[in-house]
């Protein structure tokens, strides 16, 4: 490693050029401060181990303490019942937002850069949903910057709803969760219950004609249905709350980042497009 960097930087201890060597090697994320022998870590994890499983002679052995799932199960109702609570006092997008940002009960602010709310124009009639930033989105704060995004202004901007690629004056764009999973790992069940009564919320202070649903996360969790987006694609549903003034046209689309990996299914995608555009001027 030291030859690499010697050879390309000539200075192996700047720790500016070692920094940019790392960003080049694909690090894209630091978690500590300090490095972490993991092979004294595990050595020690297993002595505890074996020490805990040895059990003097002449005693009988005690029962292990039950696991106890059930408080932290607890925990997590009690924090979506305060987002429900923090959810329905904001009465206006900013406020939401506000109320997002002080929100503490989603631990992956915690590991979080930066909270990604929303981007483009509340008042359109369409609003895009998306399921969790991604690295870019969490650096600068804002959702579908990276890759995806690059590839959803494409997207806007092929079937009319943007007058430019990276124009998004026409839609409205946030995602189910609003900060990232580290790795961009998929959302856990329990990090989009906390969160889901914020978006809730935040479809009823759009009040959009329409709400596209991008990727199976987002689609499961504001629909409520369990199938796989294949199946939820292209399909038409109501979606209702309390605070809407009616029903909301609501469908599915693949996720750009599925496009990407999967450049088979742009045609699918397209025509789903199309018919959304249709769609929204009967609207």
């Known amino acids: 490693m030291n030859q690499r960097i010697d050879s390309t930087y000539n200075d192996p201890f700047d720790p500016a050029a070692l920094l940019k060597w790392y960003v080049e090697m694909g690090v894209d994320e630091t978690i500590g401060c300090e490095s972490i022998d993991r092979y004294a870590l595990t050595?020690?994890?297993?002595?505890?181990?074996?020490?805990?499983?040895?059990k003097p002679a002449g005693r009988p052995a005690q029962a292990s303490a039950p696991a106890q799932p059930r408080?932290?199960?607890?925990?997590?109702?009690?924090?979506?019942?305060?987002a429900v609570s923090m959810a329905r006092k904001a009465e206006t997008i900013e406020?939401?937002?506000e109320a997002v940002l002080a929100f503490d009960g989603c631990p992956l602010k915690k590991t979080?850069?930066?909270?990604?709310?929303?981007?483009?124009?509340?008042?359109?009639?369409?609003?895009?949903?998306?399921?969790?930033?991604?690295?870019?989105e969490d650096r600068q704060g804002s959702p579908f910057v990276g890759p995806a995004g690059?590839?959803?202004?494409?997207?806007?901007?092929?079937?009319?709803?943007?007058?430019?690629?990276?124009?998004?004056?026409?839609?409205?764009?946030?995602?189910?969760?609003?900060?990232?999973?580290?790795?961009?790992?998929?959302p856990t069940l329990s990090e989009i219950s906390v969160c889901l009564p914020f978006v809730e919320r935040h479809i009823e202070l759009v009040d959009p004609k329409m709400v596209v649903l991008l990727g199976g996360a987002?689609?499961?969790a504001v629909l409520g249905h369990h199938e796989g987006i294949s199946r939820l694609r292209g399909r038409w549903f109501d979606h209702a709350s309390p605070q809407l003034s009616r029903p909301v046209k609501a469908t599915a689309l693949f996720h750009p980042n599925?496009?990407?990996?999967?450049?088979?299914?742009?045609?699918?995608?397209?025509?789903?497009?199309?018919?959304?555009?249709?769609?929204?001027?009967?609207?």
Do not use: H
């Open 218 to 220: 987002a689609a499961k």
């Open 150 to 186: 690059q590839l959803l202004d494409k997207m806007l901007y092929s079937c009319g709803l943007a007058d430019a690629v990276g124009d998004r004056s026409k839609v409205y764009l946030s995602n189910v969760l609003f900060w990232r999973p580290p790795g961009n790992r998929p």
């Open 258 to 283: 599925y496009l990407l990996r999967s450049p088979s299914q742009k045609r699918r995608a397209w025509s789903d497009l199309l018919n959304m555009v249709e769609k929204l001027a009967t609207l």
């Open 112 to 136: 979080a850069t930066n909270m990604v709310f929303a981007d483009g124009n509340p008042k359109s009639d369409i609003m895009f949903i998306g399921e969790a930033p991604e690295t870019e």
């Open 71 to 82: 408080a932290e199960v607890k925990a997590t109702d009690e924090m979506v019942q305060l």
């Open 43 to 54: 050595a020690e994890m297993l002595a505890k181990r074996q020490a805990s499983q040895a």
């Open 95 to 97: 406020q939401l937002r």
